[in-house]
């Protein structure tokens, strides 16, 4: 068992920052890659990023390349969001996840084994 425990949310106005933080425990933290994910209101789960368990590989949605960046600190048992010109439309519940590897099902949410509970960014403008 891993769990996720997402921290680093809040309300923001249009173009500030954020850095959401996933603290893990459980399992060996380092053996899984990690993904972030968003639902907003009405919509469906949205892949945003994931990174490979070396930190060596990243992925990123078109919605946020150049404004996200997804890293994680394997002492720390912790992946971060650093949410960079954030924009109204990025609102939503923003939840992390584990998955053993990454493949190249990395966008699909089921594929991840592991969530946290989320943390909700409003982003004002």
């Known amino acids: 068992q891993v769990q996720l425990v997402e921290s680093g949310g809040g309300l923001v106005q249009a173009g500030g920052s954020l850095r959401l933080s996933c603290a893990a425990s459980g399992r060996t933290f380092s053996s899984y890659a990690m993904g972030w994910f968003r639902q907003a209101p009405g919509k469906e789960r949205e892949f945003i990023a994931a990174?490979?368990?070396?930190?060596?590989?990243?992925y990123y949605a078109k919605s946020v390349k150049g404004r996200f960046a997804i890293s994680r600190d394997n002492a720390k048992n912790t992946v971060y969001l650093q949410m960079n010109s954030l924009k109204p439309e990025d609102t939503a519940v923003y939840s992390c996840?584990?998955?053993?590897?990454?493949?190249?099902?990395?966008?699909?949410?089921?594929?991840?084994?592991?969530w946290g509970q989320g943390t909700q960014v409003t982003v004002s403008s």
């Open positions: 990174i490979s368990w070396s930190g060596s590989t990243t």
């Open positions: 996840a584990a998955v053993l590897s990454l493949g190249n099902y990395y966008r699909n949410y089921d594929r991840y084994d592991y």
